[in-house]
């Protein structure tokens, strides 16, 4: 049983920067794909980011791209949320995922096994 938990979520001014921690306990995470999501207020879970379990391959979403960075130390069971030039619309939970039967990463949010309780992020004008 793999526990996640995030950190790093803070109110930040737009333009700024953030760096969101995903800490994993209870079992390794070398080897399966994670993701990072965030739900704004009212709206879905939107994927964010993705990384295979190698970090050989990284996905973005539109939003994201560009702006933000995926990366994970398998070492440290840990995986990293680089954000800038971050705006209003970022303002949102955070939330990282784990796939415990892949290394490659997917779309489908359901496929994911483990999740974190999130952090939250909140960007001010």
């Known amino acids: 049983q793999v526990h996640l938990v995030e950190s790093g979520g803070r109110l930040v001014e737009a333009g700024g920067s953030l760096t969101l921690s995903c800490t994993a306990s209870?079992?390794?995470?070398?080897?399966?794909?994670m993701v990072w999501v965030r739900q704004a207020p009212g709206q879905e879970r939107e994927l964010v980011a993705a990384i295979r379990g190698d970090s050989t391959y990284r996905t973005y979403s539109r939003s994201a791209k560009g702006r933000f960075t995926i990366s994970r130390v398998n070492d440290r069971n840990v995986m990293y949320l680089q954000m800038g030039n971050l705006t209003r619309e970022d303002t949102a939970i955070y939330y990282c995922?784990?796939?415990?039967?892949?290394?490659?990463?997917?779309?489908?949010?359901?496929?994911?096994?483990?999740w974190g309780q999130g952090t939250r992020v909140t960007i001010s004008s």
């Open positions: 995922g784990l796939d415990a039967d892949s290394r490659y990463t997917t779309t489908n949010l359901a496929m994911y096994d483990y």
């Open positions: 209870g079992g390794p995470i070398s080897g399966y794909a």
